[in-house]
């Protein structure tokens, strides 16, 4: 006599195999989505990945400018003056410029003052 395999028949021969394979099924589930999708998963990891590259541009950008501030204080040393550097830094620190130049004060960084309710 034949056999036919149906999940009727597996029920009755196998219930604790049937009972292992959804379990397995569901262990499987969630270890993959997990790792898609987890903290630590796939979606994570590239996310990740575009943030180093836009903090490394961003690491390039703020040394590009350390780099240019060094130069601009090392032109001011006092063993290595050089002439262009004082003059503009004078110019731009105490405001004076030849005949033919006009000069704009800007206003410097201004701190806020707070109202003190007991002073007034």
Request: proline share 4%; glycine share 4%; with cysteine.
């Amino acid at each position: 006599m034949r056999h036919s395999l149906s999940l009727h028949s597996l029920r009755q021969q196998h219930p604790k195999s049937l009972l292992w394979a959804a379990l397995s099924l569901v262990v499987l589930f969630y270890f993959c989505y997990h790792y898609v999708s987890g903290n630590r998963g796939v979606f994570a990891y590239n996310k990740l990945k575009s943030e180093a590259v836009v903090l490394d541009n961003r690491l390039l950008e703020l040394q590009q400018q350390n780099e240019a501030l060094h130069r601009r204080v090392t032109l001011l040393r006092k063993d290595n003056i050089d002439q262009d550097m004082l003059d503009e830094q004078a110019r731009t620190v105490l405001g004076y410029g030849e005949g033919d130049e006009k000069i704009i004060p800007l206003p410097l960084a201004i701190t806020p003052q707070f109202n003190n309710p007991h002073t007034e």
